[in-house]
């Protein structure tokens, strides 16, 4: 099983539709969640860090589940900028940083 | 404006071969980590260093090399040992949260170097 799994998607759904997708992780000692964004040939940006109490950002909302090991970034009234890859981001210890191959979400008109 | 700064953006190695790739950050950060993207891959750890004149192999260390002599440089090494080195190279920094953990910190990254092999 691998430390980290996302879906690698692809999720194509309409403008102004709700999506969401998880993140889950397989060592339970992780200490600090994050979600990048990814354009095609570009580097990941750092999109949000997620919180046992959960956060929003706009139209952005992170959620971290420590029980079932899972994160989930929903993104509401999508937009075509929205179209790209993210990446969730786990990490255990300075040198024990786990990232997911990344889900890509393509926004149709 | 603070930031990273990889370059060159495009490099191609024939072989056997040394190539180095280039990373500064101006954001005075504390940590600084090198990975690889293959297509279609998250990203893996090949060094990350702390402190400068100290740095630690990540996953993927064997055919690279760096070094930390200056707080704002990481420069990697790519070595003819290493036997597929096509790929991004992506160079990160991270700041030291007061009281010396690293683990909550988001990295912050530059726009990468493409590597391909003649």
């Known amino acids: 099983r691998k430390e980290v799994e996302q879906d690698p998607g692809p999720f194509n759904v309409p403008e102004g539709a709700t999506v969401a997708f998880n993140c889950t992780y397989s060592?339970?000692?992780?200490?600090?969640f994050f979600w990048y964004r990814q354009d095609c040939r570009k580097e990941p940006k750092l999109l949000m860090s997620?919180?046992?109490s959960g956060n929003e950002d706009g139209r952005f909302t992170a959620q971290l589940n420590r029980a079932s090991q899972y994160i989930s970034l929903l993104i509401r009234d999508s937009k075509l900028s929205d179209s790209a890859t993210y990446l969730c981001v786990v990490i255990h210890s300075a040198s024990k940083i786990i990232f997911g191959s990344g889900t890509r979400l393509s926004i149709r008109p | 404006d603070g930031g990273i700064t990889q370059s060159p953006k495009y490099l191609f190695r024939k072989e056997g071969q040394n190539v180095t790739l280039s990373c500064e950050q101006n954001l005075n950060h504390d940590a600084m980590y090198w990975y690889r993207q293959d297509p279609g891959q998250g990203l893996r750890l090949i060094y990350y260093?702390?402190?400068?004149?100290?740095?630690q192999k990540g996953d993927i260390a064997e055919g690279y090399s760096v070094s930390r002599e200056k707080k704002e440089s990481f420069p990697l090494t790519v070595t003819s040992a290493q036997k597929n080195p096509t790929a991004f190279y992506l160079c990160?920094?991270?700041?030291?949260?007061?009281?010396?953990?690293?683990?909550?910190?988001?990295?912050?990254f530059g726009d990468g170097t493409r590597l391909s092999i003649l």
């Open positions: 990160a920094s991270s700041p030291r949260r007061t009281g010396g953990s690293y683990s909550n910190q988001p990295q912050h």
């Open positions: 260093s702390q402190i400068v004149n100290d740095f």
């Open positions: 060592n339970s000692a992780s200490q600090s």
């Open positions: 997620v919180y046992s």
